[in-house]
């Protein structure tokens, strides 16, 4: 390679090569884990803020890695996404908190992450239709939490997946509220129950402008009709904030981290937070 001259040989730096090559082994390990059964959801509170009960809780995934451990969805999400391994990962997982919410009290909703690409890949209605089906949880106890990136790309087809999904009965929420390219003709466009305000509006270093952020979401949100949820609540201070600016829902640390499912997370949903 060195003789090739300085042009070629920078195309093979090391670097790059190490970066193709673990994306690869990446999607490999992926595909393989899937087989195995190494992901595992873990299911985050939402605490409604007038009633002060769990109202729903989100399911996060994670990666029991046989050699690395506990591997955050950040790292191997995106690497689904690219290998398509998206498409069944998501099956998984609507399969998964499906079933478990089955076992939660009547009035707590499961909330579950769907990517932009589930949404493109013409799968999703069925998918969610086979997951309700099999579990037989009702219809109106699912919420999709999907991301802006879905609304730009393919306006008409997303919309028509988007309503088709609420003709169902699942409520949508857009997910990462004011991070992506929004515009505010996709909140009259699409029809979402609930804006999820990002962690980064919640908790940015000054209180003044959190809270000017989240008024004008909350007030924006609620005027629209929608339920407004405060992501990444971790202070009290944070959590009077959101009330006080009128945010319907609360999720974050102060509330309660994600945890597996079982009796432990069944009984916590169950009851009223201390
Ligand atoms: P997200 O949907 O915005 O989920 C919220 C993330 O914030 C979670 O990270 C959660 O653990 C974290 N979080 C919750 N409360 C707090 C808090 O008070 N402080 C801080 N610092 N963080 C908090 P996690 O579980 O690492 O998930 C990261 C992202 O990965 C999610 O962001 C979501 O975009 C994606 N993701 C997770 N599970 C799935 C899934 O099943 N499917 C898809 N497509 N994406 C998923
Ligand atoms: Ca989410
Ligand atoms: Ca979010
Ligand atoms: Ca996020």
Redesign the pocket.
Known sequence: AKAAGRNTFRFFEPAMEEEAESRLRLGMDLRRALQRGEFE??Y?PILDVASGTIVSA?????WHHPSRGLV???DF?PAAEEAGL?VP??EW?LRAATHEARHWPDHVRVA????TV?VRHGSLIAAVRAALDASRLEAERLEL?I?ESVLMADDERASAVLHDLRGLGVHIAL??FGTGYSSLSYLRQFPFDKL?I??SFV?TSSEVEAATIVRAVAALGRGLGMIVTA????TQEQFDMARAEGCTEV????VG??YPAGEELRMRLGQAPA
């Open positions: 959801l873990h985050q989100e399911a996060l995934v994670r955050p969805p950040s999400i998206i990962l998501g997982v579950v992450n769907v990517s589930q939490e991301t997910d990462d999820k990002d962690r908790s992501e990444g609540v971790e999720q974050g640390y102060l981290h994600p």
